[in-house]
């Protein structure tokens, strides 16, 4: 039997984690905290934090190795995505499968009925049984978009109680309590794994050594040779290696034959795109013909309003209001409507009329 008054942080060592363990204890609950290592980081630094708040805390503690699986459900996609030409998104499969997969499963063997952790997301509970996602307090912080993988299952046992913060601010006050010189720490860097954000190096490193191979136009002409599919995302301008004479941009990758397609930038404008491994935070959004909804096609993107069609139980089409720029297969595209992340999947391709 799990104890509702009982709840594992995932805490990382760092402010935002900290301030949960913080709060929760403060609420009376039976806190205890959790450590992961994962694939390729050894951060010392990280741990000796972790441990010296559960100890200030005096809450009971336990590091996990997650490696194995944290390489298998995370490194390896990161790998496969860039040989496929694609952009993946490596914090989206980390939270599925490592944060709110194995992770949840160490907290129900400890006797814990909630996982807790750093994030800035709201889960609500809508009084008819079932929870949903909304956006955090603080609008600059909101991380919504990672979670559209949950499911209810799961987002009955996951608290996030920095979604009613306002700032960051007020959460650095909350660990400054702790007198452990945490609240001065930096935020930490986007893919956890690759802290000098230098992920050509990375996938070299990894024995991944792309091939050259050419340029070519919309017409299939070849324009010159490129270092390595790699090395270009969609969009991309600059860093090209090769002057043409004008601006151009890639604008596709076709992988088994190594060729990065170039273009104007108009030929980066689409409304509409095949989205496949979605999921929908409600299941009473599978039942609607058509869902008008906002939408982001990355993290850091605006929301703009479309219209989502489901297809089939395995991909959704999605018609934008307005052209948009670089849609990139591979990246997460999440829906909105108000102040509810509804759901979202996995950028399959951009359809042109």
Not at 41 to 54: A, L, P, Q
Not at 82 to 99: L, S
Not at 112 to 133: C, M, P, S
Not at 251 to 257: A, E, F, L, P, V
């Amino acid at each position: 039997m799990l104890d509702k008054n009982k709840v594992v942080v995932a805490m990382s060592g760092g402010v935002d984690s900290s301030a949960v363990a913080c709060m929760l204890k403060e609420k009376g609950m039976e806190v205890i905290g959790l450590h992961m290592k994962v694939w390729g980081t050894v951060d010392e630094e990280s741990e000796r934090d972790f441990i010296s708040i559960c100890e200030k805390l005096e809450i009971p503690y336990h590091i996990i190795d997650l490696s194995q699986k944290f390489k298998k459900h995370v490194i390896d996609y990161f790998i496969l995505e860039y040989q496929k030409g694609r952009t993946p998104n490596p914090c989206v499969a980390c939270n599925k499968y490592i944060k709110f997969g194995a992770m949840l499963e160490e907290a129900y063997k400890l006797g814990a009925f909630y996982l807790a952790t750093g994030h800035y997301a709201k889960i609500v509970y809508d009084g008819k049984g079932e929870y949903t996602i909304e956006k955090a307090n603080s609008e600059s912080k909101d991380q919504t978009y990672m979670f559209y993988n949950l499911t209810q299952d799961i987002l009955q046992h996951v608290l996030m109680p920095l979604g009613e913060m306002n700032s960051k601010e007020d959460v650095r006050e909350i660990v400054s309590l702790l007198d452990l010189e945490l609240h001065k720490k930096k935020d930490s860097q986007e893919i956890c794994f690759i802290p000098d954000d230098d992920y050509v190096n990375f996938l070299n490193q990894q024995g991944i050594i792309s091939k050259p191979g050419d340029f070519i136009d919309k017409d299939e002409k070849i324009l010159g040779r490129h270092e390595g599919i790699i090395k270009y995302t969609i969009g991309q301008r600059k860093g090209l290696g090769v002057t043409f004479g004008k601006p151009m941009y890639v604008i596709d990758i076709k992988s088994k034959k190594k060729q990065v397609i170039l273009g104007d930038n108009s030929d980066l404008m689409s409304d509409t795109l095949i989205v496949k491994k979605y999921n929908f935070i409600s299941n009473s959004f599978l039942k609607l013909n058509e869902i008008s909804a906002k939408a982001k096609i990355r993290y850091s993107a605006h929301e703009e309003s479309c219209i989502i069609q489901i297809l089939n139980e395995h991909e959704l089409q999605v018609v934008f209001e307005n052209p948009l720029r670089a849609i990139t297969p591979g990246q997460s595209i999440v829906f909105y409507i108000d102040s509810k992340m509804i759901g979202g999947g996995i950028i399959e391709k951009t359809v042109h009329n």
